[in-house]
């Protein structure tokens, strides 16, 4: 029988046809995934639910968004009133003061700091006296070493989360305690 007088046989396709879609599934599963959306990528705790273990990231940030100071700012005076924990850095479980700051910096900004507050004072970035903070400054505090930080709001103040038994609050650099131990501020956001 000629070529062209055959029949044409599904079965003899069949096999290859199979094989050839699973391969398209395989190959479109691997591809890259969907990629986030601006304000994700500016702020990625804006897709998730806040109570979540996130499992962030250890890779620092590209670079902040421009206007995340504001974002850090807003963050901060929201958490005014969040009870303290000692080894605390979630809003519901409560804070003390170097995981306040890191979860400030972390859902406002993307940017993960360190633990404790004097890894965070040895961040080598800009350190500015009282008179030149601004906005989003880390402000540190202690007699020879650093004991504390807070987060520069404006003004003159800062939020912190200052002891056992208290709450996250807003306070004046002048204030009698916080002016005789502030150490320096360092400039987190360029």
Known sequence: MSPAARPF???TWLGPLAVAAVVTL??????APHKPSSSQRRNPASAVPLAKNLGWSTKPAEAPPADAANDVLFRAIGLVGTPYRWGGNTPQGGFDCSGLINYIYLTSTGLRLPRTSAEMAALDKPKVGE???????????????ITH???Y???????HAPNSGGTVRLDDLDGAYWKENFAYGRRVLN
């Open 9 to 11: 046989r599904f079965r």
């Open 149 to 151: 930080v807070g987060v």
């Open 153 to 159: 709001v404006g003004k003159g103040r800062f939020v």
């Open 26 to 31: 395989l190959v479109a599963c691997g591809s």
């Open 131 to 145: 008179t030149e903070l601004s906005s989003g400054d880390l402000v540190f505090f202690g007699r020879g070493h």
